[in-house]
Each structure stands twice: as structure tokens, then as C-alpha cells.
């Protein structure tokens, strides 16, 4: 997909499960543009694998890239992000959601994510956004890890439906869902 049909195709939700090589498809769909590209990070580093991932994926962007770190206020940043103009990658939605549960605030995570697909609807740059897909598998065995659960897919099926275009990647492979 190149530059020029991008901006009709924004926002882009990109989604898989782990190590599916959405994050590798994203950038790409991202770097057919001219820089300076950014990429929002929503993970928060707090242990050794983690920084090694975020490390890793640095590398990999490499220097067109200029990185700003936002493990929660996302809207308010894409909404800023907007008069800029400049294409923007989010990976990803799933840490963020993730984060959102774990705050201090007693705002519901959903109304958090409404918010988030009000902003989507207003995009006129280039914007791709990363999540996994969680719902495939078992069903997890405690309360929280079924509250994220749930609160991933009411926010893949709210994203998706807000964003023009909808890509699903598995084993490297994009499929076009939307």
C-alpha cells in the first residue's frame, strides 16, 4: 500500500495475536511515507523482557521514527497529533487497555474508548493502530484477565468499526477484513 492511498484508509486497525508480525505490517504501512513518522508507545517498561521488546522494536524502526511514549492519555494525544498532520503509528491498544485498568481513576475503561472512537472518526492524517486479537483462546480462569478479555474485544469491535480500513495478521500474513 503505498503513501497516496493511505489518507482515505485512515484510521487503519491493525490486529493479530502475539508475534503474528502485526506490529512489522504496521510500521510498513507507516514508512511509505516521508518522515519524521511518529510512533506512540502505550507500554510502560517494567521488567527486563519488556525493555528488551521495546528495544528491539526501535531498532527495527530505526531513525525516521520519533517516538512518544503514552501509556494512557491516548485521545487527548492523537487529538494534538492531529493539527500536525504527520503519520502517526499506535502500538498498541491492547497495552494501552491494559494500563487503563490498572489506573487510579474510577472513569469506566468503555467510555475511555468511546472517546477514543469519537477521535478516530475525526482523522485526516495518516494513522495506524495496533492490538491483538485476545478472544481466540481459552477462557482465562480469573475476574480480571475476563475483564480484559472482554474490554479487548468491546474495543477491537468499537476500533474496527471506526476505522476505514481493518487488517487481521497472521503468521506474517495480512488479510483485509474492512
Avoid at 3 to 16: F, I, R, S, W, Y
Avoid at 44 to 55: G, I
Avoid at 131 to 156: K, Q
Wanted: a neutral charge; hydrophobic letters at 40%.
Amino acid at each position: 500500500m503505498g503513501a497516496e492511498t493511505l489518507p482515505q484508509d485512515t484510521p487503519h486497525l491493525v490486529l493479530g495475536g502475539a508475534r503474528s508480525g502485526k506490529s512489522r505490517f504496521a510500521e510498513s504501512l507507516v514508512g511509505a511515507y516521508a518522515g519524521p513518522l511518529i510512533y506512540v508507545a502505550t507500554a510502560e517498561v517494567r521488567d527486563d523482557e519488556m525493555r528488551h521488546r521495546v528495544e528491539h522494536h526501535r531498532r527495527r524502526r530505526g531513525d525516521d521514527w520519533k517516538t512518544i511514549e503514552c501509556p494512557l492519555d491516548l485521545v487527548s494525544l492523537l487529538a494534538d497529533l492531529r493539527t500536525e498532520g504527520k503519520p502517526v503509528l499506535v502500538d498498541c491498544l491492547t497495552l494501552w487497555m491494559s494500563n487503563l485498568l490498572h489506573r487510579d481513576d474510577t472513569t469506566p475503561p468503555e467510555s475511555i474508548i468511546h472517546a477514543l472512537g469519537d477521535e478516530l472518526r475525526r482523522t485526516t492524517y495518516p494513522l495506524v493502530l495496533v492490538t491483538n486479537e485476545v478472544g481466540c483462546g481459552i477462557v482465562p480462569d480469573n475476574a480480571l484477565a475476563r475483564r480484559f478479555r472482554d474490554l479487548a474485544g468491546f474495543a477491537n469491535q468499537s476500533i474496527a468499526e471506526a476505522s476505514r480500513r481493518v487488517t487481521f495478521v497472521a503468521a506474517g500474513l495480512p488479510l483485509r477484513l474492512k
